[in-house]
């Protein structure tokens, strides 16, 4: 053992119980991954080396080119080969294809976050609007995204708009319905009492919204943001499928699918769950540093 794992913090976290069962959930994610890549990939073993014990025979599905299901250790190290080892800016290395779906999901998350916001305030400000136009949204929600991918990318790619724009656009169309929801209902949160106080200060329209109900927005606010910011990422990734693209996750996904590489299909999908992991953390810690600042959180 090394002295950091003797600490008395380390001991501290795990006489607390916070550790050990994150550990105990991980360790028994990890056996059944061994065990299911075992099992899947029992009949290429069989066809390719007959009668070997238990041991080579779990040994050899662990260690397939191509297996059905990868164990950890191969797509750990598919990860490394494909980060580390590739020079970046190229086409095999993954940090390229990531930084290409990000830039797409971070311009749609922004242009989705501007049209979501500006919803629900339409929304809260005009009776007239809410009815006219909430069954609409909740309809557009309904739309599968693998279904209108395909014919925005065409739509737009036939006027000459190919590349970032339809993917923003798909990415936008992911994320702007939480925030435009978020959005409505932080904005009408105020109580009854809030709101008359306001009003015998003789506060108008628009001071109201700045000083009461944008404050106390931002919780509701920030809760739909950490979707929209993940969704925006997965129409990033759809996307690209049917573009025929030459870079980001989905053409990643699709080559690996297509050349049955299930060792890149899955180092694609780590590398998406990481980067929406980390998409979510940044929006969180804005979300600390803006309601510590604004006194929505103590």
Known sequence: MTDAAL?????????????????????VLIAVWYAGAVGLNAGVVEQRSPGLDALDFAKAAW?????LLPAPHQILWELKTSVFD?????????LTHVGVTLSSTLAGFLCGVALG???????????????????WLVASQTIPILAIAPIV???LGAVGLKGL?????????LCFFPVAIGMAKGLASPDAAQSDLMRTYAATGAQTLLKLRLPASLPFLFASLKVAVAAALVGAIVAELPTGAQSGLGARLLAGSYYGNTLQLWAALIAASVAAAGLVGAVTLVERVVLGRTGARP
Not at 165 to 173: D, E, F, L, T, V
């Open 7 to 27: 600490s008395p913090a380390f001991r501290q976290r795990m006489a607390s119980g916070r550790a050990l069962p994150v550990l105990a959930v991980c360790a």
């Open 153 to 155: 990318v065409t739509a």
């Open 117 to 135: 916001a500006a919803l629900g305030v339409g929304l809260v400000g005009s009776r007239a609007l809410d009815k006219a136009l909430t069954p």
């Open 63 to 67: 260690a397939l080119d191509r297996p």
């Open 165 to 173: 724009i339809p993917k923003a656009i798909i990415s936008a169309y």
């Open 86 to 94: 590739a020079r970046l800016g190229s086409a095999r290395n993954l």
